[in-house]
């Protein structure tokens, strides 16, 4: 029995003049399973979140030292840096569309990823994307932390004349990198338990101050430099023919899926909107446009640094290393600290705190899910997951934004055009609710993910190098041969399988509350 979407909000649920959905008094049913009050809805009194404060927190994520050398590793595929600033503005203006659409739910409801996940896969299925974008989150956290502890040993290290790296090793490492490592990650938990508010505060002053560190840096390089070198002129390797499509494809997909996890979690921090507009204008300034910038401002430096060092130094702690005043390496020092800080928190810690605590929601509140997700982002060895730009865009980039396109698109059809934007909050988070499925699991949404996520990732392969040696650890014709196609857009192929799939599988309709 299936019933139309329904033209008004039920009575447990009020709106206000702006749209926005809240619980109506005493409607929550705090003692269900499902619920604890970090998953509970933001009331609509505290949805405050300007345009500001969304630009500067996709800033503050944007500018970090993974998204200053995408472009490096589109240069290393042979592409000029044209070319890679291209694929890097393309790529993000493509996935700022599922998170508005994504995104949407937030201000509305004031509900978190995990929770509008239910009304697709049911209350209990909720668990597989979320636990999936957990597992992704952690693993970035892990790369994230790796790099903001190497940023500071190196520039301590410049700081103490070379003695931080003459010192005792520990797993062929000197320990004093594996301090810093430990401290910044010590640091970054501190943050994230001083709860959302505080995290926003730090996102609306470090923005601005990571963009300043940028330009001095580029500033910096322009003065010793003279001007930019040959980095700028340098021809592609590949041209604008058929060595080059190739290589476009599957690195837009892998440049995709570098803000994949965001398209399907966004929700995390929409929820504290005061609008849509807010959300709308905020992310569209923020997002493309940052991460644009970012990619040009690093082929400018680089460009420099091959003019003064004869070489080009894409990592910009390397190059900050080289200044020669201690104020300059302090600064270079403070830059990669917040910079790093502020988007592995609210990237990487946010979402999987809130998934954990879905998964068991009177056992894990979010400042455990927090603690959880540090202490797997060390126990997976994050420091192998970008060891080269084929395993780090292709395998890791590529099969990542192959899975989590699979939910956006899950996600996407079932609010957009199953519901037509329609929640009811209570069901959320009720066992026989209408959202409660079969069990609490929805069927049709594990199909269209399992259907989705075959042909997304299925025919992930590896390349060879000049030498014939593999590189990567699929085999070269593929996992499954006959998919291989497919992998270069795994992505797209995941957002539009999954999409259609399950809008057929559900009808088109909301389903009727199967009671138990």
């Known amino acids: 029995m299936t019933e139309t979407v329904p033209t008004g909000p039920p009575i447990t649920q009020t709106a206000d003049a702006a749209g926005r959905i809240e619980l109506a008094p005493d409607a929550f049913p705090a003692d269900s ?72 739910a937030g201000p509305k409801y004031g509900i978190p990823f995990p929770v509008l996940a239910r009304a697709s896969f049911g209350l209990r299925g909720a668990n597989i994307p979320a636990l999936i974008r957990a597992a992704v989150a952690c693993g970035w956290f892990g790369i994230q932390t790796w790099i903001g502890g190497s940023g500071i040993f190196a520039l301590g290290s410049k700081l103490t004349g070379g003695e931080w790296e003459n010192a005792g090793k520990i797993a062929g490492n000197p320990w004093p990198l594996w301090l810093c490592f430990v401290l910044f990650w010590a640091v970054q938990i501190a943050i994230i338990y001083r709860g959302m508010d505080f995290l926003r505060h730090f996102e609306n002053w470090a923005a601005p101050f990571v963009i300043v560190g940028a330009f001095v840096l580029l500033i910096w390089i322009a003065v010793k430099a003279d001007g930019f070198g040959h980095l700028l002129s340098q021809p592609s390797k590949l041209g604008w023919g058929p060595d080059f499509w190739p290589v476009f ?100 810690v946010v979402s999987p705190a809130y998934d954990l605590a879905n998964l068991a929601p009177k056992l894990i509140n979010f400042r455990t899910g927090a603690l959880i997700t540090g202490v797997i982002g060390i126990l997976i060895f994050p420091w192998k997951l970008i060891s080269t730009p084929e395993f780090y865009i292709f395998t890791w980039l590529g099969v990542v934004g192959g899975l989590l396109g699979t939910v956006a698109g899950i996600l996407i059809a079932d609010y957009w055009i199953v519901r037509r934007t329609v929640l009811h909050l209570a069901d959320l988070y009720t066992p026989g609710g209408r959202y409660w499925y079969s069990g609490g699991w929805n069927w049709r949404a594990v199909a269209a993910f399992v259907v989705g996520g075959v042909l997304a990732v299925g025919g992930s392969y590896s390349t060879v190098n000049d030498q014939g040696a593999k590189q990567g650890p699929f085999p070269v014709d593929g996992l499954i041969p006959f998919l291989k196609p497919l992998a270069d857009y795994g992505w797209a192929v995941g957002v539009g399988t999954s999409l259609l799939l399950y809008v057929v599988l559900m009808g088109g309709r909301e389903r009727e509350p199967q009671r138990v």
Not at 75 to 97: R, S, Y
Not at 317 to 331: E, N, Q
Request: aromatic fraction near 12%.
């Open 33 to 104: 399973p499902f619920a604890n009050e970090d998953l509970r809805p933001v009331p609509a009194s505290e949805r405050k979140w300007t345009t500001y404060n969304f630009a500067a927190l996709w800033i503050s994520m944007a500018h970090c030292i993974p998204s200053w050398t995408l472009a490096s590793g589109l240069v290393a595929l042979g592409m000029d840096w044209k070319q890679a600033v291209f694929t890097i503005a393309l790529a993000n203006v493509i996935v700022l569309l599922p998170m508005l659409a994504t995104g949407h």
């Open 249 to 348: 494809f599957p690195s837009l997909m892998g440049m995709i899926g570098f803000w994949a996890t965001l398209s399907l979690n966004i929700p995390d921090f929409t929820r504290f909107g005061a609008s849509q507009r807010a959300q709308t204008w905020g992310q569209s300034l923020g997002l493309p446009t940052t991460m644009t910038l970012f990619a040009v401002l690093a082929v400018m430096v680089t460009s420099g640094s091959e003019v003064v060092y004869g070489e080009a130094i894409w990592d910009p702690v390397t190059l900050a290393a080289k200044a020669d005043s201690t104020f300059g390496l302090l600064f270079a020092l403070i830059t990669v600290l917040v910079a790093t800080i502020s988007v592995n928190i609210a990237a990487n």
